[in-house]
């Protein structure tokens, strides 16, 4: 990705309020938790938020992104002479100034930086119109939309085999009278007769070129001439909207889905963000996700552990199997079947089945009596090795 004239001027890492070196778990943590505090729908109405938001939004966009990261730190490092595009000097060198200027000229006509400076302070103060150092201005190009955050509520099953279900929100979209293009239905937005299409008009001034973005069209190279009256021309209007959102199987609590380009619509024909997807699961009364197997806990008498027996399995899908105890079976064992997990395109998963002997709270007279009879029979002691590794202690 080429770097953006943005990356000179703006400290991303301030933004995020995190050091130069963070690691990048840390980067997306503080994102997260600014996101949510400045989050539009949180805050409807305040603009000083909807600000900071979209702040935040192009800051992750650039260090979130490792490789981003990379390339702005190393234009970062250029300081100011890397802002005018001083790269290496040279005939025609290329510069980028304020308000999305571009100028070309040549530093053997100049006496040096000092003068450079002088002349270029002059000439962008000329230009005027905006806040900052001589009159710099924000550019008007393409701009990305801002990402959106929703949440999905599934229930148990849903989350296992996986399931294409809907989100809803209110956000701006692309206006659904003119289909996002600004314009009254039955016309067109027509190509913009000041930098024919362009997007840039040239501004020579002797030793420098300079190209800034339209004024008539704001640099996207077309103009709306009959504004549509659902929007007034910006093509994008607030309102209710359904996402569709395919949720794969054995998503857990807390996961995110990233859906592509389902945010906000982008600013000037910069690309939509990006909607964000957390998945909330009920828990269910019985089993329990551990990677793409299933685990339940099933009780079994003592007689059935001790004897071993064949033994009902309840399953997700409703339909139980069978499974074969041996005899002596411990209480706390876990035994697996093949197959009765998570669906998965890698293989489907296991059902693990943990077994707890389950000692009865009350007894009738024949149950007792059987049990003392068993305590007759029984010779061993189960605690007798505890005794001797106590004893050598």
Known sequence: MAPQREWFEKDYYAVLGVDEGAAQKDITRAYRKLARQHHPDANSGNAASEERFKQISAAYDVIGDPDKRKEYDEVRKLGPLGAMGFGGGGAGAEGFGPGGTTFTFNPDDVGGFGDLGSILGGLFGRRGGGSGPAGATRGNGPRRGRDLEAELHLS?????????????????????????????????????????????????????????????????????????????GTGVERRPREVRVRVPPGVTDG????????GTPGAGGGPPGDLYVTCRVAP?????????????????????????????VPTLDGAPVTLRLPPGTRSGRTFRVRGRGVPSPKGDGDLLVTVEVAVPAKLTAAQRKAIQALDAATDANPREHLMEAASHA
């Open 255 to 262: 996961r995110r889905i990233r859906l592509k380009g389902r």
């Open 156 to 232: 148990f099953a849903d989350a296992v085999s996986g399931v294409t279900t809907s989100v809803h929100l209110t956000s701006d979209a692309p206006c659904s009278t003119c289909a996002g293009s600004g314009a009254k239905p039955g016309t067109s937005p027509i190509v913009c007769p000041r930098c024919a299409g362009r997007g840039t008009v040239q501004d020579d001034q002797g030793l420098f070129s300079f190209s800034s973005p339209c004024p008539r069209c704001a640099g996207r190279g077309m103009v709306v001439e009959d504004p549509c009256p659902t929007c007034r």
């Open 284 to 312: 269910h009364e019985l089993f329990s996700v551990r990677g793409r197997d299933l685990v339940v806990t099933v009780p079994v008498t003592f007689p059935e552990a001790a004897l071993g027996a064949d033994i009902s």
